[in-house]
């Protein structure tokens, strides 16, 4: 729950290049963090979530770290592709709600 | 997915008119949200609801209402439309018990006038 900041609101990548998204939570009860990915004219969907006792979590060119004590997450996309073009969302839960960030929006280009 | 349905899709409304969202899930879930969508503000929360007699609001139910009819169903009303709620507005579900992440409706795009 409470605020969720998201950096940066907007990113543009070379295709093969990685793409950072940072954000910084403010409730301290807050344990469970997802990343969702919304494509044009399209639901959010979820790409990786992450609990707050654990450090790190890769799926594949995914990545999401956290830091608990400084309270701030990333999501971290490697070897991108035009495909991965679209906003990101961030969120923390605290098992009664969930708060987003802005969004980012990522462009890759071919 | 087909399993979190919204209605209507699309709706333009007056100013001043009522109007019901509608939420319904084949997922067996027990939570159930409403979030808006501007864009550069992200999703935000209007209302949440865990169970059929339990509801709560979010960081801005001013200016709705929802009603929880059954596990499967949740609706988002509002009383009396006006342009500053023109937005993509968002169902959500998930499980009690694990907390996983949500899933969520294909949207509806809400017009006022």
């Known amino acids: 729950g409470e605020n969720v900041e998201q950096h940066p609101s907007t990113l543009s990548v070379q295709e093969g290049d990685s793409a950072v998204i940072k954000c910084t939570y403010s409730?301290?009860?807050?344990?469970?963090f997802p990343w969702y990915k919304q494509e044009l004219g399209k639901r959010p969907q979820l790409i990786i979530d992450i609990r707050s006792n654990v450090g790190e979590k890769k799926d594949q060119r995914i990545a999401v770290t956290l830091n608990k004590t400084a309270k701030h997450f990333s999501l971290h996309i490697t070897e991108t592709q035009p495909e991965d073009s679209a906003v990101y969302f961030c969120?923390?839960?605290?098992?009664?709600?969930?708060?987003f960030g802005a969004g980012t929006r990522l462009t890759v280009k071919p | 997915d087909a399993d979190v349905t919204q209605t209507p899709r699309n709706r333009i409304t007056k100013t001043g008119k009522r109007i019901m969202l509608e939420c319904s899930q084949t997922k067996g879930h027990d939570r159930m949200y409403w979030y808006r969508q501007d864009p550069g503000l992200g999703l935000r929360l209007i209302y949440y609801s865990f169970d059929v007699k339990d509801i709560n609001k979010g960081e801005i139910s001013d200016g709705y209402s929802v009603s929880r009819q059954a596990q499967a169903k949740f609706s988002l009303s509002l009383e009396s439309a006006i342009p500053n709620q023109t937005a993509l507005y968002f169902c959500a579900t998930s499980d009690l018990h694990t907390n996983y992440g949500y899933t969520f409706g294909s949207g509806t795009r809400l017009t006022v006038v």
């Open positions: 969120a923390s839960s605290n098992n009664n709600d969930m708060r």
């Open positions: 409730d301290s009860a807050s344990n469970y």
